[in-house]
C-alpha cells in the first residue's frame, strides 16, 4: 500500500510554483520533524541545565548564587535580541541553510561557555549562546507546520517542541550529573556534541525550501503593530514569568527547603522533564482543539499550581508532584503561546513564532530577577512561587483585553485555508 502524502499547509510561506518540491511521504515527514526535535533537545539542555548546575558555577567563578544567576538571565536576553532580529533579516533565506547556520552558532556558543575563564566571560558567551535560540524555532515551527494539513498543525510544532521537552525529562539531568560529578563545563560540551548531531540531521533529513522572497524586514517587524501580537507576547513575558520564578531556583529549593541532598537535584529536574513531555503532548492537541481557551485554562492551573507549590514544598513528595504538575501546566501554556503568535502574526509567521521565545526568555530573566529579589530580602526559597503565582494572575489581564478586542472586531483571527490533498499523520505528539 503506497505511503500517504502530506500537502504543504496553505498559507505557510509555500515555495513559489516553479520550485515547489514533490509531495512527501509519511516516513519522511516524520523523520524530518525529529531531526528538528533533535535542535530542540540541545537547546533545551543548554537553557535549563544552568539551573541545575548553579551552585557550582558559582562556586567555579567564584560568585554568590544571586550573582550567578545573571548567568541565566544575559542567555535569556540573547533569545529576546536574537529572535526578532534575526528572524526578521533572514525570513528570505532557504529554511534548511538557515537552520544549519543557527545551529553552527549555537555549537560555538556552547563551546565558548565551555572553555570560559571568568565570570565576565562566562556572561558574554551565554548571551552569544542565546542569540540563534529563538530564530531556530521559530523556522523549525514553520518548516514542521508546512509539512502538514492545517488541522495538524499543532501538532507538527509540539513535535518539534518535543525535544526541548525531552531535553528537560533526559537531557538536564543527565548534562546536570555529569556537571556536578566531573565540572560544570562538561555539562556544555555535552550540548556541543548534540549540536553537532543536529547540524547533520538536518543536512541529511530535511527537505530544502526557499524563504519568502518578497519578505522585507519592514514587512516582517508589521507583526509588533498588530495588537493581538502584543498582548499575546505579553502574557507570555509576564505569565510563564512565573514557572522561571520558581525553576531558577529549584536547586536550592531542593536542597534548603526540603532538606534534600544535592544528589537529588536530578531527580527532581527529571521529574520536571516528565511534566514536560506530558504538557507539550497535550498543548498541541488542546491547541487544534481550541487554542484560547486552552490559553486562558492553562495559566490558570499554572498560577494555582504554584501557590501548592509554595505550600507543600518542605515535603518532598509534595514537592515532586508540585514540580510535575507545574512543567504540565507550562509547557500547555508554551505550545499555545506559539500557536497563538503564528496565528495573529499575518504573513510574518516565522517571526511570530520566534518571538515566543523572546517574550518566553523576556519571562525567563523576569521571573530570576524576581526571585532572586525575594530571596535576597531574605524571604527564603519558598517565597518565588509566591511570585510566580502572582505573574501567572496578572498574566491574565492582557488576554481578557485580547479577549475583549475579538469580541469588538466580531470575528476570531483569519485561520489559515485548509489544504486540499490527502492528510499525514504525525507522530503522536
Given at each position: 500500500m503506497p505511503a500517504s502524502r502530506s500537502p504543504l499547509a496553505a498559507g505557510v510561506s509555500a515555495a513559489p510554483p516553479s520550485t515547489v518540491r514533490p509531495p512527501l511521504s509519511t516516513a519522511r515527514v516524520v523523520v524530518a520533524v525529529v531531526a528538528l526535535a533533535i535542535g530542540g533537545f540541545a537547546i533545551g539542555t543548554t537553557e535549563f541545565v544552568t539551573m541545575g548546575v548553579l551552585?557550582?558555577?558559582?562556586?567555579?567563578?567564584?560568585?554568590?548564587?544571586?550573582?550567578?544567576g545573571?548567568?541565566?538571565?544575559?542567555?535569556?536576553l540573547g533569545?529576546?535580541?536574537?529572535a526578532p532580529v534575526i528572524a526578521a533579516l533572514s525570513a528570505r533565506l532557504p529554511r534548511r541553510a538557515l537552520l544549519i547556520g543557527l545551529m553552527a552558532a549555537f555549537l560555538v556558543g556552547n563551546g565558548l561557555t565551555a572553555l570560559a575563564p571568568g565570570y565576565g566571560t562566562?556572561?558574554?558567551?551565554?548571551?552569544?549562546?542565546?542569540?540563534?535560540?529563538?530564530?531556530?524555532?521559530?523556522?523549525?515551527?514553520?518548516v514542521a507546520a508546512s509539512l502538514v494539513a492545517p488541522h495538524l498543525r499543532g501538532r507538527a510544532v509540539s513535535s518539534v517542541m518535543l525535544g526541548l521537552a525531552a531535553a528537560m525529562l533526559t537531557g538536564v539531568p543527565a548534562a546536570t550529573w555529569l556537571g556536578q560529578q566531573f565540572g560544570w563545563r562538561s555539562a556544555y560540551w555535552t550540548v556541543v556534541v548534540l549540536a553537532a548531531m543536529t547540524v547533520a540531521a538536518v543536512l541529511?533529513?530535511?527537505?530544502?525550501?526557499?524563504?519568502?522572497?518578497?519578505?522585507?524586514v519592514r514587512g516582517e517587524l508589521g507583526a509588533l503593530r498588530r495588537p493581538q501580537v502584543l498582548l499575546t507576547l505579553l502574557v507570555g513575558i509576564v505569565g510563564f514569568g512565573g514557572m522561571f520564578a520558581l525553576y531558577s531556583y529549584i536547586a536550592p529549593v531542593v536542597t534548603d527547603v526540603a532538606e534534600l541532598s544535592r544528589g537529588t537535584v536530578p531527580v527532581v529536574l527529571l521529574a520536571?522533564?516528565?511534566g514536560g513531555v506530558v504538557g507539550t503532548v497535550l498543548g498541541g492537541r488542546l491547541a487544534d482543539l481550541s487554542l484560547f481557551r486552552s490559553l486562558v485554562g492553562s495559566l490558570v492551573v499554572?498560577?494555582?499550581?504554584?501557590?501548592g507549590v509554595a505550600l507543600t514544598s518542605p515535603y518532598p513528595v509534595a514537592l515532586f508532584v508540585g514540580v510535575f504538575l507545574v512543567s504540565v501546566a507550562a509547557s500547555t501554556l508554551a505550545i499555545c503561546l506559539q500557536m497563538r503568535l503564528m496565528e495573529t502574526a499575518g504573513e510574518a509567521q516565522m517571526l511570530g513564532a520566534a518571538l515566543n521565545h523572546s517574550a518566553l526568555n523576556l519571562a525567563n530573566a523576569l521571573g530570576a530577577w524576581l526571585g532572586g529579589l525575594v530571596i535576597a530580602a531574605g524571604l527564603g526559597y519558598r517565597a518565588p512561587s509566591v511570585v510566580g503565582a502572582g505573574l501567572a494572575a496578572l498574566g491574565l489581564l492582557p488576554l481578557a483585553i485580547s479577549a475583549v478586542l475579538r469580541r469588538r472586531a466580531g470575528r476570531t483571527p483569519v485561520r489559515l485555508a485548509p489544504a486540499p490533498t490527502?492528510?499525514?499523520r504525525v507522530p503522536a505528539a
Open positions: 551552585p557550582d558555577i558559582a562556586e567555579g567563578v567564584g560568585v554568590d548564587i544571586p550573582s550567578a545573571h548567568v541565566i538571565s544575559v542567555y535569556a533569545v529576546v535580541v536574537g562566562l556572561l558574554l558567551a551565554r548571551f552569544l549562546t542565546g542569540l540563534p535560540h529563538g530564530a531556530y524555532f521559530g523556522v523549525a515551527s514553520l541529511a533529513v530535511v527537505p530544502s525550501s526557499p524563504g519568502r522572497s518578497e519578505a522585507t520536571y522533564g516528565a499554572l498560577g494555582v499550581l504554584l501557590v490527502r492528510q499525514v
